[in-house]
């Protein structure tokens, strides 16, 4: 699996802002990449996931309207703005990728199964 490197978190107040980059050590024309959060006591989920630069996104209906997810252009790069920041925010944020080159429905599949997980950033909101 593909090594990724996180970076950018940090403690705001709630309705401040950050913004989260990552780092795979290569990409493909077909590259999915996202981000996972693990809160104290919780499962790891997902939060923002994109595919090929950007044909297909996901959010977690939590994150909607606030965060966005975007390929950096050195395309093994992906970033995650989060605005708005809300307490519930708060976590241990995790990228993960997969340059296998499958489809939409691959690269979901295989990012939940990710396991390389790097050492995450934290991010913590306070209100």
């Known amino acids: 699996q593909v090594r990724v490197v996180e970076s950018g978190g940090g403690s705001v107040q709630a309705g401040g802002s950050l913004r989260l980059s990552c780092a795979a050590s290569?990409?493909?024309?077909?590259?999915?990449m996202g981000w996972f959060r693990q809160a104290p006591g919780k499962e790891r989920e997902r939060v923002a996931i994109?595919?090929?630069?950007?044909?297909?996104?996901y959010y977690a209906d939590s994150v909607k309207g606030r965060f966005t997810i975007s390929q950096g252009n050195a395309k093994n790069t992906v970033y995650l703005q989060m605005n708005s920041l809300k307490p519930e925010d708060t976590a241990m944020y995790y990228c993960?990728?997969?340059?296998?080159?499958?489809?939409?429905?691959?690269?979901?599949?295989?990012?939940?199964?990710?396991?390389?997980w790097g050492q995450g950033t934290q991010v913590t909101v306070s209100s």
């Open positions: 993960a990728a997969d340059l296998g080159g499958g489809d939409w429905p691959t690269c979901l599949r295989r990012l939940d199964e990710y396991n390389a």
């Open positions: 290569r990409y493909t024309s077909r590259n999915c």
């Open positions: 994109i595919y090929s630069g950007g044909i297909s996104t």
